[in-house]
Structures are given as C-alpha cells and as structure tokens.
C-alpha cells in the first residue's frame, strides 16, 4: 500500500506523492546540524531548549486555530510513548553520538536502518516477513559492519557510540510501530505539543545529570537551532507523522534508506568527511538489503 493509495479524506494527492521527497532531503540535514552545534553545545541541553522550542511553537499554533485534543487520556499516554521514541531517545542518541566523534553519514547509515527493523517487527502490526526480507536484513547488518569496522579505530568510533546510534535506530523504529499501532489518527499539531512535553520530562533530566547547560551562542549554534526547530521539526517530523498517519508503517520507513547517501553527500561538502572502500561497500550491501526488504512482493497473476 502506498501513501498515494491510503488517501484519506481532504488530503491532496499531490502531497502524498510529494511528501516522501521533501521528508528525505529534510531528515537528511538532521545529522549535518548535529555536526554543527557539536563543538559549541553539549547535545542534550540543546535538545532540551531545542524541544522547548518547537513546544511553545506548536501550542501558539494549535491554539491559534484551535485544533483539537485527543478526547481520552489513553490516547495522551500513546501519543506520549510514540514521541518519547521518536524524539527525545531517537535524537538524544544520535546527537550524543555526533557529539563524541561519530561521522555524520555513519550514524545516518546505522539510525536509517530503520526499513529493515520496522519490516521485521511487521509480525506485531499484521504483516508478515518473507524469506527474501530476512536475506535482506542479513545484507543490511552485514553492510552497517563493514562500515562501523572501518571507522573503529577512528576517534568517537567507540562500542559506547556506536551503540548509541543503535539505540537511536531502536528507538525510533519502536515509536513509529507504536504510534501506528495505538495512535494513528491524533492532530499533527495538539500532537506534537504532547510528544515534546513528554520529550522534555524524559531528556531534561539526563542533561541535568551529566550537562552544564554550556552553550557557545554564535552564528553557527543559533541558525542550527533556529532549522532544529521550525524546518526539521515543524518541517520533517510533521511530515514523518504525516505519512504514519496515511500510509503503512513498512511502506513509510522504507523512504529512510535514500537518507545516509544524501547525508554522506552534505557532509562530504560541509566537513569533508571521507568514507573508505570497505565503507563505501558497506553503504552499497546496506541499500540492496534494505532495497530487498522493502520491496513489495509480487502479486500472483490472476486466474482464470
């Protein structure tokens, strides 16, 4: 099923079809901001402010056109553990990681893996997994090896980090299930204002605990706060619960794969980050085993 095929009511088909695109090349600046506040601030104190941010920008929206609340406490407290998975343990691990030295396209490589996790899981919200999606999730592991082994004995490339990114990729792989499972149909905007007050309450005490709340306010801290903020967040995650909402959870994860290749792309660009052949062969295995995962299967022909 696609986005385009699972139209809902009032929604264009323009945007289903276009959605995808626009997510990707957003998603993918979300590694190469963390590279840049990397040096000036400490990770979680800028998600904390970061959270707080997109919070007091959500709220004046929904009450500015007053859009509805979720009618039962059960659905807060889904709403609620979707966004603690999809933002606060999701970007805490991948903004911790970048900041101890994991290259922006490798936490981008392991995190969007994503495809081949959510196709797996496909059990838990009714989908089964075929034989050629298990030799794709051996392909995809196989893949992120070659390219965690290659940067190991680089600085950052620590067990502790890389398993950071894998926590990242867990986590949101959970909270994507989760909310389509329990929680599909909520308001992007009075839901957003949950998640991040949930992501708050969860990450705050962390930075409390092993941050100072030290942040170099320059040019390069301020425009990466400012994208953080409006465009990653009132851009990208509104489109990844966008597409939750109107399409298959396999189908929307499987738009994760394009993201590592344009992020080593701008991060080639911007901090002339290099990969080696191994690295690069593993990003290719990586993309064919998630290529194999995600692709749909063929339908029968018809009989007579």
Not at 116 to 126: D, E, H, N
Request: charged share 10%; aromatic share 8%; glycine share 8%.
């Amino acid at each position: 099923m696609s986005l385009a095929s699972s139209n809902q009511a009032g929604v264009p088909a323009a945007l289903l079809l276009l959605a995808p695109a626009v997510f990707v090349l957003i998603w993918s600046t979300g590694y190469v901001v963390a590279k840049v506040a990397a040096p000036y601030a400490e990770p979680l104190s800028f998600l904390v402010l970061r959270y707080c941010g997109v919070l007091l920008l959500m709220l004046a929206i929904a009450l500015a056109v007053r859009a509805p609340w979720p009618a039962s406490r059960r659905e807060v407290v889904h709403i609620a553990i979707a966004g603690v998975g999809i933002q606060a343990i999701y970007l805490g691990g991948v903004w911790v990681a970048v900041k101890h030295g994991m290259p922006a396209g490798v936490a981008a490589l392991i995190v969007n893996l994503q495809p081949v996790l959510t196709a797996v899981a496909g059990p838990l919200i009714g989908e089964r997994v075929t034989s050629r999606q298990w030799l794709g999730l051996a392909l995809g592991f196989a893949g992120v090896v070659l390219v965690v082994s290659s940067k190991m004995s680089g600085v950052g490339m620590s067990l502790g980090v890389v398993l950071l990114a894998v926590l990242a990729l867990v986590a949101i792989t959970a909270g994507t299930l989760h909310q389509k499972r329990y929680c599909p149909r909520f308001d992007l905007r009075t839901g957003q204002v949950i998640q991040f007050v949930a992501s708050v309450a969860v990450t705050l005490p962390f930075a409390l605990a092993f941050e100072s709340f030290q942040i170099e306010w320059n040019a390069a801290v301020v425009a990466a706060m400012l994208w953080s903020i409006v465009v990653l967040t009132g851009g990208g995650a509104s489109l990844l619960l966008f597409m939750i909402k109107h399409g298959a959870a396999t189908q929307v994860t499987s738009y994760m794969y394009l993201v590592p290749a344009i992020t080593a792309l701008m991060a080639w660009a911007m901090f002339g980050e290099t990969l080696a052949g191994s690295a690069l062969a593993g990003m290719v295995v990586t993309i064919a085993g998630v290529a194999l995962v995600v692709r749909p299967a063929r339908k029968p022909p018809p009989t007579e």
